[in-house]
């Protein structure tokens, strides 16, 4: 057994920066993770992260900028605090080390991005997610935080009305332990191996999600998923807005510049938020003007090749190296594809969700500061604004009667449940992963429609009894990862679920989320937000009201 | 790109879309002895050797194991030793391999399963350098340290580290000797030693702390750290630059 | 590292090692140069050779090969002498830091070192024996009978 005041699930960005808030507030905290903190996906983030650092900027811009971003489903008074603290935790960044770019005068760096209205991004070469989750490690290595480093925490612990804290399984020994905290800060990340094509790495499977999910706390507009307009078709690997932010120009096969040539956004262009170009990007495909395997053309044969490995160094690398193409002499074939969850846990600005002693920020988290679509350079962001909130929060307010009984009761039923799993004589859990992942980016994706969406439904129904008689082949207790992939098929069932059936209650189009039978925006009835709660007969929605302040709903274009 | 340094084999992969892996395997509950065991697949254009591994555990043996996570050479997780140097599996084309295509857990370190390696010891090198911002003055700014922009140019490459451990995997003396902290550490310290935002105490204090007995001094100058990098990292130019700027500091004595 | 104590001789040794290096190169160069292209390896008597450590290379006196050269006596004397110094640092110190790197003789770490300060001391005094021999003055104390 092992026990803390403050217990962090998941050492990503957010993860890592609440731990160090709680070490600082002086909470005993200690960090549990599946993968070593070096190999989170922050690391992946490119772009950079959005504040209103000059003089001539002002944070309420950026924060209207959120709003209208999240298509007026953000909740405003904590998209506000999210903006008028980014300057602060950016600089706080930089005086911990993080290597931002630079300009002439020796100040850092700042670019424009999607959906911004002045250029607020600051950023690090386009290896801003790398460089951020590095520094906040190190720093977290600084305070001698304690890391039970592959861990897979498998259960919240759930009794009386509180969280106790979780269960987790030792990948390299087989064992599983129990974790007693007066707060557990889930800070697990996304979930975008719900999809085939996908710029999240293999381990983003929403575990998080489906363990909040089932201890009661309901998943939060799950239905709007964010397909990022320039991945690459091969793999999905993520080529950079910041591309675009630099000058990068979107072609179709005529050659048209087709942002402005047939309306998508008349002002902005390529730079319009990413569920606009996304969806312009597939009419363009859709209506025969693009090129092989569903692309449109992102060109940066413009630039030359100094300001390329200057300041996109990366994505030189990416698209040589997995598809094969040199951008500086010639343009990059990019289709859309999931990148971020603008749902997740449903929590306030403190992170405080419904069940006390549990927490959520981050990716996995919808506090909601994204809405029904988030803006590039805002999510690195709100891993340090509200890790740094809900940390210092669970440090200070962690409850003091959590049971280490109930723990220990959680641990035997979860070593019987993960025992059971070994006992499947049906198929392999790699055929049900993919047949999911599968129907979803067909029918749950850009474009959605009413039956496709209940075909989905149905496969992922059948997913289900089909994971009830999963097969794990390897019987060994040593770094079995059949078997932690197959505890994480079920996490990706339960987020398919809520995703798709999210999506097929909200008969509107709003943000990322589009119906084909309702291509409007319905203000009237669906200015709410979709939560998900679990119960034993399946998902249940229900619906709760979105915080508006002073930016009154109105219509959207860019 | 790291180099490869293959032993000539037999014609190259992907002859009529197939390739042949022979794979380490070893699992302690079951195996005395660790062996090897052969994998045919078809391939597919771009086919990477972490695709190729992925493919033979989901279609035929859900026991072979090895550590990845974001299939795009950010996250450090899949080196392994691909035809005798190490590599990123996922980075790796199946298609300049020569075959059958030999892959092995890193060099050097202790193996815990198939392709998994035990990395405490590496993260614990990675640690002894103190590889955390350590000003030794506030900023002249009062909001963010000033930095040129031809200093952070000094640092970019060095800061692209994914702790991979390949280059660790390849150094001669790392493997002998714990107390030395190995290329890849020794380039951390490097990342912080060139950053002039910390100042001249800590650069001092910071090149002191590298010029013990079983460090910096150590490096044999082997440059196979160098070869096998994935990002381009030269730990050993690093490492010479800190010796250098401490022998010269001795000398200036002297002058 | 941050828990090793900072060395003041490392730095010092590396520099040497590297420059006692680099003045290998020359010195084995010039030694080579003078074997076998100036003096020519066929050549080589006990008896020349002693006149070279006492004379230096002299023009006429010597059978020549393609090379000609003058020396003076000392500074063939110094090159000789450092000749002796360079390698015996070189080759002591670097079989020693191979040794110094093994996990597994870390526990004999001082009398390691000492058995190296000691025998490299030796070596060196051994060669200075060797070289004093040539000259007449010694011939009394080296008496081969």
New interface residues.
């Given amino acids: 057994m092992k026990k803390h005041d403050v217990l962090i699930v998941g050492a990503g960005g957010a993860g890592l920066r609440a731990a160090v808030a709680a070490h600082e507030a002086g909470a005993d905290v200690a960090m549990v993770t599946k ?2 903190p ?4 922050t ?2 983030a490119e772009g950079g992260i959005n504040a209103a650092l000059k003089e001539e900027d002002d944070w309420k811009d950026h924060a209207y900028d959120t709003v209208k971003g999240s298509d007026y489903i953000g909740d405003q008074d904590a998209i506000e605090t999210m903006t008028e603290e980014a300057p602060k935790e950016v ?1 706080n960044l ?4 993080m ?10 760096s700042q670019r424009a991005f999607g959906g911004l209205s002045f250029p607020r991004t600051t950023y ?2 386009d ?1 801003t997610g ?2 951020l989750l590095h ?1 906040m490690y ?2 977290v ?2 305070r001698g935080v304690t890391v039970y480093d592959e861990w897979h925490v498998t259960n919240v612990v759930r009794d009386n009305g509180k969280c106790h804290g979780v269960v987790a399984y030792d990948i ?1 020994s087989g064992e599983m332990e129990g974790f007693t905290a007066g707060a557990t800060v889930f800070a697990t990340g996304g979930m975008g191996q719900v999809f085939e094509h996908t710029t999240n ?3 983003c499977t929403g575990d998080g999600m489906s363990m909040a999910y089932r201890a009661g706390v309901p998943m939060e507009d799950m239905e709007f998923v964010q397909f990022h307009p320039t991945t690459l078709p ?2 999905g ?2 080529i950079t807005e910041g591309c675009r932010g630099e000058g990068g120009i979107l072609y179709n096969n005529k050659g048209e510049r087709f942002m402005y040539e047939y309306g998508y956004a008349p002002n902005d262009g390529e730079l319009a938020s990413r569920d606009v170009v996304s969806r312009a990007e597939l009419t363009e495909v859709q209506e025969g003007r693009g090129f092989a395997d569903d692309t449109v053309h992102l060109d940066l044969t413009h630039f030359g090749e100094e300001k390329i490995e200057e300041r996109l ?1 990366q994505i030189l ?2 698209a040589r ?4 193409v040199d951008p500086v002499t010639e343009p990059i074939p990019v289709k859309p594809g999931q990148h971020y969850s603008m749902g997740g846990i449903a929590c306030n600005a403190d992170g405080e969700t419904e069940l006390p002693g549990m927490y959520a920020v981050g990716e996995a988290a919808c506090v909601s500061v994204h809405g029904a679509n988030r803006l590039g350079g805002n999510a690195l962001l709100e891993l340090v604004v509200f890790g740094r909130l809900a940390g210092e929060h669970a440090a200070n307010n962690h409850l003091t009667n959590v049971s280490t009984k109930s723990v220990e009761e959680a641990v035997k039923d979860e070593r019987a449940r993960i025992d059971s799993l070994m006992d499947g004589t049906g198929e ?1 859990q ?1 055929e049900i992963r993919q047949d999911v992942q599968d129907i979803m980016t067909e029918k749950v994706n850009v474009f959605r429609d009413e039956e496709g969406l209940m075909d989905a439904l149905e496969t992922i129904h059948e997913a289900r009894e089909r994971y009830q008689n999963v097969n ?3 019987t ?7 078997l932690t992939q197959t505890i994480e098929l079920r996490s990706i069932l339960d987020v398919a679920e809520a995703v798709t059936l999210g999506a097929l209650e909200r008969t509107e189009s709003r943000g990322a989320h589009w119906r084909y039978e309702n291509q409007e925006r319905n203000d009237d009835d669906w200015l709410k937000h979709t939560m998900v709660y679990h119960t034993d007969d399946g998902p249940t929605v229900e619906y709760e009201d979105v915080e508006i302040k002073e930016y009154k709903p109105k219509a959207r274009s860019y | 790109m790291a180099t490869t340094q293959e032993t000539q084999r037999s014609e190259p992969a992907t002859a009529e879309g197939k390739a042949e892996l022979d794979v380490f395997r070893y699992i302690p509950e079951e195996d005395d002895e660790p062996h090897t065991e052969t994998y045919e697949i078809e391939t597919f254009e771009g086919m990477t050797v972490l695709d190729a591994l992925i493919k033979i555990r989901d279609e035929q043996d859900s026991s072979l194991t090895v550590r990845h996570s974001c299939r795009m050479a950010r996250c450090g997780s899949d080196a392994v030793y691909i035809n005798g140097t190490q590599r990123l599996a996922c980075n790796t084309q199946v298609s300049e391999l020569s075959q059958p295509i030999d892959v092995e857990p890193l060099p050097r370190f202790d193996v815990i399963r198939d392709l998994v390696v035990e990395m405490n010891e590496f993260y614990d090198r990675m640690e002894s350098v103190e590889p955390w911002f350590q000003p030794d003055h506030e900023p002249e700014t009062g909001e963010e340290y000033l930095q040129s922009p031809e200093n952070r140019k000094n640092i970019d490459t060095v800061l692209d580290c994914i702790w991979c451990g390949a280059c660790t995997s390849s150094c001669s003396p790392a493997a002998t000797d714990s107390d030395f902290p190995g290329p890849a550490a020794l380039a951390k310290a490097y990342r912080f030693y060139k950053d002039e935002r910390e100042g001249e105490e800590t650069r001092k204090r910071r090149l002191e702390m590298l010029e013990s007995s079983h460090g910096i001094y150590r490096c044999h100058t082997q440059f196979n750290c160098t070869e096998v990098c994935p990002k381009g990292i030269s730990p050993t130019e690093a490492i010479m630059e800190m010796s250098r700027d401490a022998v010269k500091e001795k000398l200036r004595f002297w002058r | 590292m941050s828990t090793q104590k900072p060395s003041k001789t490392a730095g010092w040794n590396w520099f040497l090692q590297r420059v006692t290096g680099v003045g290998l190169v020359v010195l084995l160069g010039f030694h080579f140069a003078v074997e076998h292209f100036i003096v020519g390896a066929a050549n080589v008597t006990a008896g020349n050779t002693v006149e070279r450590i006492t004379n230096g290379l002299i023009q006429g006196d010597h059978v020549l090969g393609q090379i000609t050269i003058n020396m003076p006596a000392f500074l063939y004397q110094a090159t000789a002498i450092s000749l002796l110094g360079f390698s015996v640092f070189h080759g002591m110190y670097g079989v020693y830091n191979v040794l110094m790197e093994q996990d597994t003789l870390r526990a004999y770490e001082k009398p390691i070192k000492y058995f190296f300060i000691v025998f490299s001391a030796a070596l060196f005094v051994q060669g200075i024996l060797i070289f004093l021999a040539f000259f007449e003055p010694f011939w009394q104390v080296y008496d081969p009978r």
Avoid: C, P, W, Y
């Fill in positions: 993968l070593h070096v190999r989170s996906h690391g992946a600089i930089e005086n911990m080390g290597a931002f770019s630079r300009d002439e005068n020796g100040r850092v690090a070469s290896k790398h460089m520094t190190e720093q290595m600084k390299q790495a293999v381990s091969s793999t690997i993520l160094s690398e990416l190296d997995f598809e094969d392999h790699s794990v082949k390897d060994s207790h040593t770094f079995n990862t059949d």
